[in-house]
């Protein structure tokens, strides 16, 4: 029986289980996203939300004091990239000064084709991750300056992320029918003896 069972094994001893938590938290925090399972994400969120709160904790402190300084050497216990503690306290931790909890968002983006995995894209709220970023920040506007990325909402990256179509690419198209012999029809096909086929 697994009776107040709390977390997940994950198919790892519990070393193994930790190092990949640290290893996951500190790639959400340089990326500030992350793509992995659905069971994983879900262990990982409090794991980074437990790192964020404690490095909020050194926002109403001095700089040189003990509390700051505390607050540095825990975070560093879990996160061993110097230049990654560094942005969770200068960048990530003021961000989410206002914000009592709940700093990660998780969206489920289907299955994996390997093992059918269930897969989620775990991100810090206030990231709002755009693959197509730096496409669209070499486009100019009239006067020269840099054309300003539109902003999309959960839902159209998530269909992005999901491989969905662009109503300019549909409506392009002969209406979605493919040329029969770019299929490979012309083709004869033929089944071994063995198999029941003739000869």
Request: aromatic share 4%.
């Amino acid at each position: 029986m697994r009776h107040r069972v709390a977390h997940r094994k994950l198919g790892r001893v519990t070393e193994h289980r930790i190092a990949m938590l640290r290893s996951q938290a500190s790639a959400l925090i340089e990326h500030e996203h992350l793509q992995t399972t659905v069971a994983k994400a879900k262990e990982l969120r409090p794991f980074v939300e437990h790192i964020i709160t404690v490095a909020k904790r050194s926002l109403s402190a001095a700089s040189g004091s003990s509390h700051h300084v505390n607050a540095r050497r825990m975070v560093a216990r879990d996160i061993h990239n110097r230049a990654v503690v560094t942005k969770l306290f200068d960048e990530i931790a003021p961000r989410f000064a206002e914000r009592a909890g709940g700093y990660t968002r998780l969206m489920r983006t289907g299955y994996r084709r390997g093992d059918s995995a269930e897969t989620a894209q775990v991100e810090l709220l206030g990231s709002e991750y755009d693959p197509n970023v730096k496409a669209a920040g070499d486009k100019k506007n009239a006067d020269g300056t840099p054309e300003a990325p539109k902003k999309k909402g959960v839902g159209a990256r998530l269909r992005e992320a999901l491989g969905g179509r662009k109503k300019d690419e549909t409506a392009g198209g002969k209406g979605g029918k493919v040329d029969k012999s770019a299929k490979g029809a012309g083709r004869k096909v033929t089944t071994p003896r063995k198999a029941g086929g003739g000869g």
